[in-house]
Nanobody, 119 residues
Framework: QVQLMESGGGLVQPGGSLRLSCAASGDTICISAMDWYRQVPGKERELVGSITRSFDTYIPDSVKGRFAISLDDDNVIVYLQMNTLTPEDTAVYYC?????????????WGQGTQVTVSS
């Protein structure tokens, strides 16, 4: 099993930056990829970044050029660097992990961390 714990959220002014962290614990050897999603009330959860254990990354067009994802593979911590933040980036940000490497197709989610962009 895997447990995920997000941190780094908070209040930031428009144009500012934040770095979110997600630390994985448990059977982390089975993790094949980690992702960041965000969700606002009344809207579907949205992917904002993905990274594999071989450091292949994906950033969607909606945040490309402002967001970057990285991985500390020794400690299994995924980071989301968010720059030039706008009020539209306000959301609860969730960490996600797959254990497909070990044949476990269940999704694993963190509890979420709130990001608020406001002056």
């Amino acid at each position: 099993q895997v447990q995920l714990m997000e941190s780094g959220g908070g209040l930031v002014q428009p144009g500012g930056s934040l770095r979110l962290s997600c630390a994985a614990s448990g059977d982390t050897i089975c993790i094949s990829a980690m992702d960041w999603y965000r969700q606002v009330p009344g809207k579907e959860r949205e992917l904002v970044g993905s990274i594999t254990r071989s450091f292949d990354t994906y950033i969607p067009d909606s945040v490309k050029g402002r967001f970057a994802i990285s991985l500390d593979d020794d400690n299994v911590i995924v980071y989301l660097q968010m720059n030039t933040l706008t009020p539209e980036d306000t959301a609860v940000y969730y960490c996600h992990a797959d254990r497909k490497r070990c044949g476990d197709w269940s999704p694993y989610w963190g509890q979420g961390t709130q990001v608020t962009v406001s002056s």
